[in-house]
């Protein structure tokens, strides 16, 4: 607790551990009280509706729409993020407790509501770890952060992301993807392919494995070193909020169940991206991802 809550910093934060703890536990009973209400006694209704796909959208029935905006309002999507970023600087053993609460009443809800704020830590991990966030010296405060714009639209609830691995002919073995990252004359990268089972892939931020060395002849023989990771937004939005899609999503997977967690198959067509850490790391951050994502699981 006292790691996590840097007491002190900001100076209105909480400087004892008994207070803190009290407050989690605060914050897990509103939410243990919310999936009791809100989610358990529709787990079945929830399963039967899963997501319509519409006009290349996949998009959520009336019940599963109303509780996500009734955890947009809960305001808990950053709960172990930083409090410079707008979160609520919760240690991560509270999140994975709201975790489990929700998987208790229902799988898909907790999945898709887990790639909203993990999606947050792992841009604030990335960005740690390739060097581009700042910290005050004196008080361990994050100063800035490269992805702090996206970081702060999915704590609001109005975006999410996704971590995009498998293609129709490469799943567990990932030194056979085909997906290719490409970079222009300006130096900007543009990614092209498709991925499959691609879980809340109707996300804006997703974080794609993607092909960006290649053998002389243009081949992808160059196995795991040949592959970097890029952030690639899905679509941009103008001031009505009408998008213009980049990647485009071409179908909602069938499963056996798990209907009201989107899964989706992606399509990227020399979608802009942005590179994350150094060309040819790609296998080594989707470990990172993969690792982190793995407690959650």
Not at 37 to 46: G, N, R, T
Not at 205 to 231: K, M, N, Q
């Amino acid at each position: 607790v006292e790691v996590t809550e840097n007491f002190g910093l900001p100076a209105d934060s909480v400087t004892d551990v008994d207070e803190s703890t009290e407050f989690y536990w605060d914050v897990l009973d509103l939410i243990g009280q919310f999936v009791a209400d809100e989610v358990a006694p529709h787990a079945a209704q929830l399963d039967r509706e899963g997501i319509d796909f519409i006009d290349g959208e996949p998009t959520f029935p009336k019940r599963l729409e109303s509780i996500f905006k009734k955890l947009d309002a809960l305001e808990i999507h950053g709960m172990a993020i930083p409090q410079e970023l707008g979160g609520q600087n919760m240690p991560l053993t509270v999140a994975m407790l709201q975790t489990e609460l929700f998987a208790r009443a229902d799988p898909s809800v907790t999945t898709h509501f887990s790639f909203i704020g993990g999606m947050a830590m792992i841009m604030l991990a990335y960005s740690v770890e390739e060097g581009t966030t700042t910290f005050d010296p004196e008080t361990g405060a994050i100063t800035g952060t490269r992805f702090s714009k996206e970081i702060s639209e999915i704590v609001s609830g109005t975006a999410w992301g996704s971590m995009d691995i498998t293609e129709p002919n490469a799943g567990s073995d990932m030194a056979q993807l085909r997906c290719r990252a490409e970079q222009d004359e300006h130096g900007n990268w543009f990614v092209t392919g498709q991925k499959i089972f691609i879980t809340s892939g109707h996300g804006k931020y997703h974080f794609v494995i993607a092909r960006s060395e290649f053998a002389p002849d243009g081949g992808a023989d160059t196995g795991l070193e040949g592959l970097s990771i890029f952030l690639v937004p899905a679509y941009t939005e103008d001031e009505d909020g009408n998008r213009t899609r980049t990647v485009m999503v071409d179908r909602v997977e069938e499963k056996m169940g798990h209907h009201a967690s989107p899964t989706c198959s992606v399509v990227f067509d020399r979608s802009p991206g942005y590179l994350v850490g150094k060309r040819g790391e790609g296998f080594r951050y989707m470990l990172t991802l993969m690792n982190h994502a793995r407690i959650g699981v």
